[in-house]
């Protein structure tokens, strides 16, 4: 059945964010406030086998030491041993280039990351909010909100996901989509095939539609004049709000992009056309913040295979921060704004579990983060950077290494140092709440715990 966009706002299961026209922006910024995109690594995944490699231990990785591949001050791993499945690249490799070559001087990378929990309900949370509380905002939302707060006409679909940890604690709607069509169908609701324009055939004559949309604002108004209830007074309020000529025109303007990005294909749970929804939307500035997940890293079992297990679904992942990264590049409307990709996943893992084929690892709590700052971003984030250090030792798993300010930088402390910090999300989002101006306010209301007065100088 079609998604009209009667279903649209109605329905739990769809799009609702509509809604969120019905409350007023207080001013217009002089600067467009910041695009942020976190995605999460559903399932825990495996620092060692990307951001925090390891190499000469056969307990731990496949990796020789001299198979480390390094672009800048970045180390990482690579996606396959010489010889080894052949059809793919050696490389996280994108359109021919690797990944970390082409965007080492945006990426800082985090190790050593404590998220002080195993468990599948929790680590999300951890990873991005900075909290382990129920019910706390992921940073994605309070960006949100922060951009509804500030702007004259707040952006209609301002917090999208398409699934994963998205809590936003009722600060704005959430509107889910896993796909471009989800989207589509909304903004074109007279449209029997919203992804299928070829065929498609409108359910009714362009001037009926038009006395549809008449006939329901001139509805909306009687109901609205025709109550006393405060609560249902300002429920209505926004439905009429999310349902007027102005919501109507965001999302008819917003059609063609949701046309383009439904043209844009990707492999098996490949990111790639989420992504190009979010962003399609983001440079019509009908949002600001967006929530991507991908799963596939909960590898207790064949951690090593190449067609199905850990370095898949890395794979997979980076496909996805790859096609926003290279967007955000060549979309003028997204390279001239400050936009910023968080990167992370529930925790760690252990080394392996077994010594034979199928071999797997568990979870560990210590993990890897990343940050890219594009666009404008690059200029006040700066890249090239890794925060942070392991320890590979005889335990079960990575030990983190605790950090220090000196000299103005992060730098890992030595193990007797008293003063030195455990690295924790908290921590990265307190740094990340500053360089993207959440509302004081907000961060005010969801306090992040054990931080310091002033966040750390992570970022340039």
Partial sequence: MPLTRRRFVGSTAAVTATLLLGRPGRTQQATPPPLFLSMEAAGAWDPTFLLDPVGGRADVTPWTEAQLLRAGN??????????????????????????FA???????????????????????????TGSDREGHPTLASLVARTAVDELTAPPPLAFITTGGYA?????????????????????????????????????????????????????????RAGTTSPRLRAFLDDLAAARDAATT???????????????????RGSLVPAAAAVLGAMAQGACVAAHLDVGGFDTHDDHDALDDGHRFALRRLLEGVDFVARQVETTPALSSRCVVVLVGSDFGRTFYNDTGATRGKDHWPVTAMMVLALGAAQATLGGNR?????????????????????????????????????????????ALHDKLHIDAALTGRFALPGLPATPLPFFG
Avoid: W
């Fill in 167 to 223: 809590e936003t604690a009722g600060l704005v709607p959430t509107s889910r989509a896993g796909s471009p069509s989800t989207l589509l169908g909304a903004t074109l609701p007279n449209s029997t095939r919203p992804a299928s324009p070829a065929t498609a055939q409108q359910f009714h004559t362009n001037a009926t539609h038009a006395n549809l949309r008449a006939y329901r604002e001139a509805r909306d108004a009687r109901l």
């Fill in 386 to 430: 890794v925060v942070g250090a392991t320890v590979v030792g005889n335990g079960r798993g990575m030990t983190a290494r605790r950090v220090r300010v000196r000299d103005g930088a992060v730098v890992s402390a030595p193990p007797d140092d008293a003063a030195a910090l455990v690295l924790t999300p908290a921590l990265i989002h307190q």
């Fill in 102 to 128: 082409r965007f080492r001087d945006a990426i800082t990378i985090f190790r050593g990351v404590d998220n002080q929990t195993v468990s599948h309900d929790f680590g999300p949370r951890v990873a991005f």
């Fill in 74 to 99: 970045l180390t990482y791993a690579p996606l396959r041993l010489p010889g080894e499945g052949a059809v793919v690249d050696e490389r996280y490799a994108f359109g021919g280039e690797d990944f």
């Fill in 249 to 267: 025109a965001a999302f008819d303007a917003l059609a063609p992009a949701m046309v383009e990005a439904e043209a844009v294909a990707g492999p």
